[in-house]
């Protein structure tokens, strides 16, 4: 089981890892954005518009509400128009996730995936768990083509540095050496 809390730091490393990511795309021109790779989804805009919209979809799904079709990649000819809609939908699936009680969280749903011709349940956590790391995955497979294809400074994404920086409190007192 997680805690809204718990989802709510899992979402916060995921869009503060995000963020680091969009950076190093950025740092890209739009050419590079689109251009076809050998790997994976084929480009960094593939990759970035998959991310949006598979989280688009599944939140969707957990709202029990009509899920729309995949975006469509031609639909962000350059990173400010990608950039966008990532910032739109990041701020609609975080009003999710913030709406969101203990619950809510354990919540049994019944989901699809008709092109694989598939139903299931889970706990609404287990669904938002798995939306986290497909997203985890996809920023890895950026930075490895940022890196591999454009030489691109790329940044760390581990989930520690992330929870470094939002730590503000004082570390607890260390026990009396003996």
Known sequence: MISPQGIHTL???HYWASERVWGCIIA?????FVQPLDYSLGSIRH??????????RWVKRLQ????????AYEEFATRAEAKAMWDVLKA????????????ALD???TWEL???SLTSHNRRWEILLHVANHATDHRAQILAMLHQHFAAPTVEQ???FYLAEEDESPPPDSPAPR
Not at 28 to 32: I, K, R, S
Not at 47 to 56: D, G, P
Not at 92 to 103: E, G, P, R, V, W
């Open 158 to 160: 581990d989930m520690i």
């Open 114 to 116: 008709p092109t694989r």
């Open 64 to 71: 029990q509400a009509d899920v729309p079709p995949h975006l």
């Open 47 to 56: 990759q970035v518009v998959h991310v949006m919209s598979a989280t688009q």
């Open 92 to 103: 609609a699936t975080l009003d999710y996730i913030f709406s969101l009680d203990q619950t």
């Open 107 to 109: 919540t049994i749903v």
């Open 28 to 32: 890209l021109n739009d050419e590079q």
């Open 11 to 13: 979402f916060g490393y």
